[in-house]
């Protein structure tokens, strides 16, 4: 099976000038191609087949992790809103010894840990023969992490086959155009945001690289994926009623969405898809779109032709797929049936979701622990107990909280913000904070 550069390649071949991706200006087939071999040029002078990425940007990104499959190198995939305590953790656990970062976060790594700048390995290269690199012939393609049930993340292997049949799952629920300019909004350390890569290249079209999602209203693109918190600030803003109404395809997932912003979304006659899915499918394995179903607020679809759902005498959801993934990094999984935290039930076809059975929620399309968070809070040497909640608001987005209880009144809201930060990351972060004093 061919690689998704190799069919990048295969696309270059026949239209060098198509304008792949864009940015803050336009980039060809050719352009990206080029940029791709000069860094695996570099990269192929690695001795170790693991690289982890840590960039931000995603057009540095994107051809980073190209290079990456391009000299049969295994990316792994490191979330850029975590704190410093949790990319040391990973690093230790998974004996990572090369990163591909930016300059301003080269801070985070221990100095036991080699550092690569993308500015380095492209500039390293200049003026060398083009090396012919051999197929990455590894049982898996990309780690990629994401929160397991003890809050810690977990790496999760996927293969080329997993992101080929989800690629052409949601085919059949989309039907990609060459002519499709996909608004890409969400993090490329998520798979809702890898996996519009795979899209694109497979079926051909181009995507916009926004760093907000807000940035859609001076653009216009046929297809963009946003968790419901995002589509529900749009929406709330009249002045993004007419660029969403232009999207062909908005597809939503992450996290459930609430009905009265389905209602609101079925008001505007916006074409929305209701998606399922999470890191260990790699992307979404049920949908449906909503001006179709308008009764079925509370549904997250249909599961997909090549997905099968069972439901146990527990309601624990189990997901037969090829989309299903090889592994965990470091923690064995033995069989091919995937048995999720999730809870749920089909009723004529469609599937509902009724909990979890871990302490996991779903935040801003985020696997959040809120007893993670709480386990690291007591840790502070000025707190004596500590509870986190979620806040439910109808005037904005929901808060992470945490009520403290502090041995002394040496310890203020904003430091220990700041200390959140370091720790945890600033997206696991409490938004509010209240302090009492024993």
């Not at 239209?15 to 990206?32: A, C, G």
């Not at 004529?348 to 809070?377: C, P």
């Amino acid at each position: 099976m061919k690689s998704i550069y190799d069919l990048l390649l295969d696309w270059h071949q026949t239209d060098p000038n198509f304008i792949f991706l864009r940015e803050n200006r336009s980039y060809t087939l050719n352009e990206v191609v080029h940029e791709v071999e000069s860094i695996s040029k570099s990269l192929s002078y690695l001795s170790s087949e693991n690289i982890a990425i840590y960039l931000s940007s995603k057009l540095d990104f994107i051809l980073v992790y190209l290079a990456c499959i391009n000299s049969s190198k295994i990316p792994i995939i490191l979330k850029t809103t975590w704190g410093k305590d949790e990319v040391d953790s990973i690093i230790d656990t998974n004996n990572i010894k090369h990163i591909i970062c930016s300059w301003d976060s080269r801070h985070l790594f221990k100095n036991n840990i080699n550092t690569y700048y993308l500015e380095e390995l492209v500039n390293s290269s200049r003026g060398c023969g083009i090396p012919q690199y051999k197929n990455n012939r590894k049982k898996y393609e990309t780690v990629i992490f994401t929160s397991g049930s003890t809050g810690e993340p977990k790496g999760v292997c996927l293969k080329r086959s997993n992101f080929k049949a989800s690629a052409q799952s949601w085919n059949k629920q989309i039907n990609f155009d060459v002519n499709d300019d996909y608004a890409l909004c969400l993090p490329l350390h998520h798979i809702s945001g890898l996996s519009i890569l795979y899209r694109s290249i497979y079926y051909k079209f181009s995507m916009t690289l926004f760093d907000s999602y807000k940035q859609i209203i001076n653009r216009k693109n046929s297809i963009i994926s946003l968790v419901p918190t995002a589509l529900e600030s749009l929406i709330d803003n009249e002045k993004f009623h007419k660029p969403l109404k232009n999207f062909r395809v908005i597809i939503l997932g992450g996290e459930a969405s609430k009905s009265d912003l389905l209602i609101k979304c079925i008001n505007l006659e916006l074409n929305v898809f209701i998606s399922y899915g999470m890191t260990e499918t790699c992307s979404g394995i049920s949908g449906f779109w909503l001006k179709n179903y308008p009764e079925q607020l509370n549904s997250v679809g249909i599961p997909f032709s090549d997905v099968n759902i069972s439901i146990d005498e527990d309601k624990r959801i189990t997901i037969a797929s090829p989309m299903n993934m090889y592994n965990y990094f470091s923690i064995n999984h033995e069989n091919d049936d995937l048995k999720t935290s999730d809870f749920g039930e089909i009723k004529d076809d469609f599937l509902y979701l009724l909990g979890r059975s871990d302490d996991l929620i779903k935040h801003k399309g985020e696997n959040i622990n809120l007893k993670y968070i709480e386990n690291i809070l007591i840790k502070h040497d000025s707190i004596h107990s500590v509870k986190v909640f979620i806040e439910n608001s109808k005037i904005q987005d929901d808060l992470i909280v945490a009520e403290v209880v502090a041995k002394d009144k040496s310890l203020v809201v904003e430091n220990l913000q700041k200390w959140c930060k370091i720790k945890i990351g600033k997206y696991k972060t409490p938004k509010k904070i209240t302090i009492s004093y024993m």
